[in-house]
C-alpha cells in the first residue's frame, strides 16, 4: 500500500469517473459489465488502470476484445490510450498519462560492468545491458539520423574499455 | 333602102341582143334652195359644235382650275395640319418629357429605398443574432448564478452541484438568512465563523432526520431506485479500484508493453515531422 500513497490523487479521481462509465458503456452493447478488479499503479513514468474482466460470467469472449469496441471505448474515454492484454484473461489497460517520451540523447555511462555492453535504456532509466558472449551478429538497421553511427560508435568505445 | 333597111335590122339586132334595161328611175329635180338650206345647217352644226367645243373647252378649264383649286386647298390645309400636327408634336413630346422624369425620378426614389432596405436587411439579422446572442448570454449567466431551488415534497433543498468548479452547494446550511452575488448591503453581513456553520449543519441534519419517513420519501427511494437501474450510482458490480506496485503490475500488462512503446516511438516520429 505504499504505493497507494505515492499516486497523485488526481489519478484517483480519474480512475474512478473511467471505472463509472465502463458499466453504462457496455451495457448499451448489451455486453456484462463484470469486473474482478481495478488497478491503479505507476510504471515506467506512466500511470496506467488496469481493468480486470470476469472471463467466468462474461460467456463469449469474442464481443469483448473486438475492434471496434476497444475502438469505441477509446473514444469514449476522451481518445485516451488503450490497450488489450488477453494473453492470460481480458484486461484493459488504459492510460491515464500520456505516452511515454523517448530521451533526446542517452551520455553513455561509465559504469558500465567488465564484460557487459550496453545497448541503450528503456523507458524507466534502466540500461539495457548483455554480455559480449550474448551480443553476437548485430544487424543495425534505422532510418537517416535514427542513431546507426551512434550505437556503432558507444559499441566501439565499450570494445575499447574492454580491451576486446 | 337596103341600107337603111339594114340599119335598121342591126338597131332591131342589137336591140334584141340588148338586156332588158330596167325600169327608169326618176331623180329629183335638186332643191335651188336645197344648197342654201344645206349651207345653213352646216353652219349651225359648225356653230353647234364651236359652241360644243367651247363648253368642253370650259369644263376642261373649269376641271383644271378646280383641280388645281383643290390641289391649293389641299396644300393650304396640309400644311396647316402640319402646322397643328407640329404644335401638338411639341406638346406631346414635352408631356411625354415630363412624364420620362416623373418616371426616372419615381424609379430613383423606389431604387434609393430599396438600397435603404438592403442595407438594413443586411445589418438587422446580424444585429439581431448579436443581441439574442447577448440575451441568452446575459440570461445564462444570471441562470447558473442565480436560481430558484425546488425543495422536495419534504422540504429539503437538494445540492446544487457545480461541476466545473466541483463545488457542492446545500441551501440549506446556508447560516445567514440573505444571501446575494451583486448587491453591496448583503455584502456586508458579518462573517460566519467554522462554529456556526457547524450548528447550522446539524440543524439541517435534524430536519433531515426529523422528517424521514414523511411525505417525499417514496419520491426519493423511487428517484434512487431509477438511478440504480441506470447505473448511474452503480450497484456494486464496479470493484474499487486498488493501487498497486509496479513489480506486481508487470505481469498484468507485459503483453502490451511492445505496443506501448511502439506508440511512444511513432508518437516521437509523427511529433518530428510535423516539427520539421
Given at each position: 500500500m505504499t504505493e497507494q500513497t505515492q499516486i497523485n490523487r488526481r489519478y484517483f479521481l480519474e480512475a474512478e469517473q473511467i471505472a463509472s462509465r465502463l458499466p453504462a458503456f457496455f451495457e448499451h452493447r448489451n455486453l456484462k459489465p463484470?469486473?474482478?478488479?481495478?488497478?491503479?499503479?505507476?510504471?515506467?513514468?506512466?500511470?496506467?488502470?488496469?481493468?480486470?474482466?470476469?472471463?467466468?460470467?462474461?460467456?463469449?469472449?469474442?464481443?469483448?476484445?473486438?475492434?471496434?469496441?476497444?475502438?469505441?471505448?477509446?473514444?469514449?474515454?476522451?481518445?485516451?490510450?488503450?490497450?488489450?492484454?488477453?494473453?492470460?484473461?481480458?484486461?484493459?489497460?488504459?492510460?491515464?498519462?500520456?505516452?511515454?517520451?523517448?530521451?533526446?540523447?542517452?551520455?553513455?555511462?561509465?559504469?558500465?560492468?567488465?564484460?557487459?555492453?550496453?545497448?541503450?535504456m528503456r523507458f524507466n532509466g534502466q540500461l539495457?545491458?548483455?554480455?559480449?558472449?550474448?551480443?553476437g551478429h548485430l544487424l543495425i538497421v534505422g532510418m537517416t539520423g535514427s542513431g546507426k553511427s551512434s550505437l556503432l560508435r558507444s559499441l566501439a568505445i565499450q570494445a575499447t574499455r574492454n580491451e576486446i | 333602102m337596103p341600107d337603111m333597111v339594114f340599119i335598121i335590122l342591126c338597131f332591131l339586132l342589137v336591140a334584141c341582143t340588148a338586156s332588158p334595161q330596167q325600169a327608169v328611175t326618176y331623180t329629183?329635180?335638186?332643191?335651188?334652195?336645197?344648197?342654201?338650206?344645206?349651207?345653213?345647217?352646216?353652219?349651225?352644226?359648225?356653230?353647234?359644235?364651236?359652241?360644243?367645243?367651247?363648253?368642253?373647252?370650259?369644263?376642261?378649264?373649269?376641271?383644271?382650275?378646280?383641280?388645281?383649286?383643290?390641289?391649293?386647298?389641299?396644300?393650304?390645309?396640309?400644311?396647316?395640319?402640319?402646322?397643328?400636327?407640329?404644335?401638338?408634336?411639341?406638346?406631346?413630346?414635352?408631356?411625354?418629357?415630363?412624364?420620362?422624369?416623373?418616371?426616372?425620378?419615381?424609379?430613383?426614389?423606389?431604387?434609393?429605398?430599396?438600397?435603404?432596405?438592403?442595407?438594413?436587411?443586411?445589418?438587422?439579422?446580424?444585429?439581431?443574432?448579436?443581441?439574442?446572442?447577448?440575451?441568452?448570454?446575459?440570461?445564462?449567466k444570471r441562470w447558473?448564478?442565480?436560481?430558484?431551488?425546488?425543495?422536495?415534497?419534504?422540504?429539503?433543498?437538494?445540492?446544487l452541484l457545480d461541476v466545473v468548479d466541483s463545488v457542492a452547494y446545500d441551501a440549506d446550511?446556508?447560516?445567514?438568512?440573505?444571501?446575494?452575488?451583486?448587491?453591496?448591503?448583503?455584502?456586508?453581513?458579518?462573517?460566519?465563523s467554522a462554529s456556526d456553520h457547524t450548528q447550522t449543519t446539524a440543524r439541517d441534519q435534524m430536519v433531515d432526520i426529523a422528517t424521514r419517513g414523511l411525505p417525499g420519501t417514496n419520491q426519493r427511494k423511487g428517484i434512487s431506485n431509477q438511478l440504480r437501474e441506470e447505473k448511474l450510482l452503480g450497484d456494486g458490480a464496479m470493484p474499487k479500484i486498488e493501487a498497486i506496485d509496479s513489480i506486481s503490475a508487470r505481469p498484468l500488462f507485459k503483453d502490451v508493453l511492445p505496443y506501448i512503446v511502439q506508440d511512444s516511438i511513432d508518437a516521437e516520429i509523427i511529433s518530428e515531422e510535423e516539427g520539421s
Open positions: 463484470f469486473f474482478t478488479n481495478l488497478f491503479l499503479f505507476q510504471d515506467l513514468g506512466m500511470t496506467i488502470l488496469i481493468a480486470v474482466l470476469d472471463t467466468a460470467r462474461i460467456g463469449d469472449h469474442a464481443q469483448y476484445i473486438q475492434d471496434d469496441l476497444l475502438h469505441q471505448l477509446k473514444t469514449e474515454l476522451g481518445g485516451r490510450s488503450m490497450y488489450l492484454s488477453n494473453t492470460t484473461g481480458i484486461r484493459y489497460v488504459i492510460l491515464l498519462t500520456a505516452l511515454p517520451k523517448l530521451p533526446r540523447s542517452i551520455e553513455l555511462p561509465n559504469d558500465i560492468p567488465h564484460g557487459m555492453v550496453s545497448l541503450g539495457i545491458t548483455l554480455t559480449w558472449s550474448k551480443l | 329629183r329635180t335638186p332643191d335651188p334652195l336645197q344648197p342654201y338650206v344645206d349651207a345653213n345647217s352646216s353652219q349651225g352644226t359648225a356653230v353647234a359644235a364651236i359652241a360644243t367645243a367651247d363648253y368642253f373647252s370650259n369644263q376642261l378649264t373649269a376641271t383644271v382650275e378646280a383641280r388645281n383649286h383643290a390641289a391649293a386647298q389641299q396644300a393650304i390645309w396640309t400644311q396647316r395640319a402640319m402646322d397643328i400636327t407640329a404644335t401638338a408634336d411639341i406638346a406631346s413630346v414635352q408631356a411625354f418629357a415630363t412624364q420620362q422624369y416623373s418616371k426616372a425620378r419615381t424609379e430613383e426614389l423606389s431604387l434609393k429605398r430599396k438600397e435603404l432596405m438592403n442595407n438594413v436587411a443586411a445589418i438587422v439579422p446580424w444585429a439581431m443574432l448579436v443581441i439574442t446572442f447577448i440575451s441568452l448570454a446575459i440570461f445564462f447558473t448564478r442565480v436560481r430558484v431551488i425546488q425543495r422536495d415534497p419534504r422540504g429539503d433543498a437538494p445540492l446550511r446556508n447560516p445567514t438568512s440573505t444571501a446575494g452575488l451583486q448587491r453591496e448591503d448583503l455584502k456586508q453581513l458579518p462573517q460566519f
